[in-house]
């Protein structure tokens, strides 16, 4: 049995209250039809980041949308050049972020990263290693994968690679791919579960774009 709008909204402001790094006052909720906006204002990027992935969490959710604004307390503003600075040197510092094809763009605290790397780990990590400086209001990842193997082989690699996960029905989950493209479609039971599958198809090599027809 389906959950009701109502229902989602409380187990979503519930999921808000349990997530430590989310001040759940700050955040209103609304549900219509599966679908979940977050509004309002917080510290931080990085509490606007747990905000969305904390209602993702919640079974019953079709989608969100997040129209929640960063507004930064007095003692944590920083100028672009300050965060430029600082996010050159996490990305220096991480040794699996190849930091020198990559290049780092701000615009009153919002980061763009642009570049190439091989993995789409590395393409992830990048975003996520800046989450939490200071002074950043937002991340836009541009960063690519350099497209490597061929279509075939990336198609193995994904079937072989829900496979080792163990996703429920697997083999429900059809998988084709066009050149570098990826099209997944079938039937999964909970956002949860969309998100173990894109981990297993973005762990990819070559993997440049994703088109999701999957159905909750």
């Known amino acids: 049995m389906s959950k009701t709008d109502t229902q989602i909204q409380k187990d979503v402001l519930a999921e808000l209250e349990w997530e430590p790094t989310v001040r759940a006052t700050d955040i209103g909720v ?3 039809d599966g679908i979940v906006t977050l509004a309002g204002h917080v510290d931080s990027y990085a509490e606007k980041w747990h905000a969305e992935t904390a209602a993702q969490r919640v ?3 079709k989608g ?9 307390p007095g ?3 920083r ?3 300050d965060i430029a600075r600082a996010v050159k040197n996490t990305l220096e510092w991480n040794i699996f972020v190849p930091n020198d094809p990559l290049k780092v763009m701000v615009e009153d605290g919002w980061v763009t990263l642009s570049g190439e790397v091989p993995w789409e780990y590395q393409r992830r990590l990048a975003a996520s290693s800046i989450r939490y400086l200071t002074g950043v209001t937002g991340v836009s990842n541009q960063i690519v ?7 075939a082989a990336v198609k193995a690699d994904i079937e072989a690679s829900l496979k080792r996960r163990a996703v429920q029905d697997a083999n429900a989950i059809k998988v084709e791919v066009h050149d570098h493209d990826v099209i997944l479609s079938g039937k999964v039971h909970s956002i949860a579960e969309k998100e173990l599958i894109h981990h297993a198809v973005w762990n990819s090599p070559g993997v440049t774009k994703v088109t999701d027809n999957i159905k909750i």
């Not at 994968?145 to 279509?151: L, Q, R």
């Open 30 to 32: 609304e549900v219509k």
């Open 59 to 61: 079974s019953g959710v």
């Open 64 to 72: 969100v949308a997040v129209e929640i604004d960063v507004k930064l």
């Open 75 to 77: 003692d944590t503003q």
């Open 79 to 81: 100028t672009d050049a």
């Open 145 to 151: 994968v350099k497209p490597k193997p061929t279509a």
